[in-house]
């Protein structure tokens, strides 16, 4: 079993709904990366979290150290959205998730 | 501002051929990385570099070997291809080692390896 698991794996949405992608963990981190890589390839970090809850515009993501798990949150979801999303857990050496593959249609 | 460069974006080799991925960085960061994707697995670590005149291995350095130039450079090499490396390489860098911090990627080089 993967260390770091995403789900679901791949998520098509109508532009305007809520989206969530999740990433569970079974190692103790002490923060979490999530990042967005385009259809060109090119990979952003989007946020990186140790407890609680970040926002920046539409994109949220929360994490429960305590279970283990994070969230992304999309609001009002675009199809300029549609990308890989990858969470990374920081063990003392970053370990990625396989990616959840986000289409918004409009 | 260019951040992280790498070059070149596309490459196909024959098996056996060699060749060296090259990654620059204008953020005068410390560390620098290297990293491949596979389909279905996740970014794996090559080698990374934590500081200028250092470099380590990674989860999976076997059949590759790296050169820190200087605080800007970091590159890639691949003496003899292998099919088994066909993969997109991903270089990143961070100001420091310290894995808490966001990482700068580049645009990726997809190679090929017949």
């Known amino acids: 079993k993967n260390e770091v698991e995403q789900s679901p794996q791949n998520l098509t949405a109508q532009e305007g709904e809520f989206i969530t992608i999740n990433c569970s963990y079974s190692?103790?981190?002490?923060?979490l990366h999530w990042l967005q890589q385009h259809p060109g390839g090119g990979i952003v970090s989007l946020f990186m979290?140790?407890?609680g809850k970040k926002k920046h515009g539409r994109l949220i993501a929360t994490i429960n150290i305590q279970e283990k798990h994070s969230s992304l949150h999309i609001t009002a979801s675009h199809p300029r959205d549609s990308a890989v999303y990858i969470c990374?857990?920081?063990?003392?050496?970053?370990?990625f998730g396989q990616g959840t593959t986000l289409q918004v249609k409009p | 501002n260019a951040g992280v460069t790498q070059t070149p974006k596309f490459q196909v080799l024959k098996t056996g051929q060699s060749m060296t991925l090259q990654c620059a960085q204008d953020m005068n960061h410390n560390s620098m990385y290297w990293y491949r994707q596979d389909p279905g697995m996740g970014l794996r670590l090559i080698y990374y570099s934590a500081s200028e005149g250092t470099t380590d291995k990674g989860e999976v350095p076997n059949g590759y070997n790296v050169s820190r130039l200087n605080k800007r450079e970091f590159s890639l090499r691949l003496e003899s291809a292998a099919p088994s490396q066909t993969s997109v390489y991903f270089c990143?860098?961070?100001?420091?080692?310290?894995?808490?911090?966001?990482?700068?990627f580049g645009d990726g080089t997809r190679l090929s390896i017949l």
């Open positions: 190692v103790g981190i002490s923060a």
């Open positions: 990374a857990v920081n063990t003392g050496k970053l370990i």
């Open positions: 990143a860098s961070t100001p420091t080692r310290v894995l808490n911090q966001p990482q700068h």
């Open positions: 979290l140790s407890s």
